[in-house]
């Protein structure tokens, strides 16, 4: 079983962009922490969101892929 363990806020960098929900199954990656904020919306009234997520480390690499 793997260990699930969270990133400091410090370690998280934003994806550039606004993000739709349909759009996260695109970029949700085993092996990360994310950080999902509400950024307003679309013109057409879409909720649109933020991602916040963390840098691959090694071991988080190597847990995944075991």
């Not at 699930?4 to 695109?26: H, I, K, M, N, Y």
């Not at 990360?32 to 691959?56: C, K, M, N, Q």
Request: proline share 6%; glycine share 8%.
């Amino acid at each position: 079983m793997n260990q699930v363990t969270s990133s400091p806020p410090s370690d998280l960098r934003r994806l550039p962009g606004l993000f739709r929900r349909w759009e996260l199954a695109q970029i949700i990656e085993a092996g990360r922490d994310y950080r999902i904020e509400d950024a307003g919306e679309a013109g057409d009234g879409t909720v649109l969101f933020a991602i916040y997520r963390s840098v691959p480390t090694t071991d988080a690499v190597a847990n995944v892929e075991s």
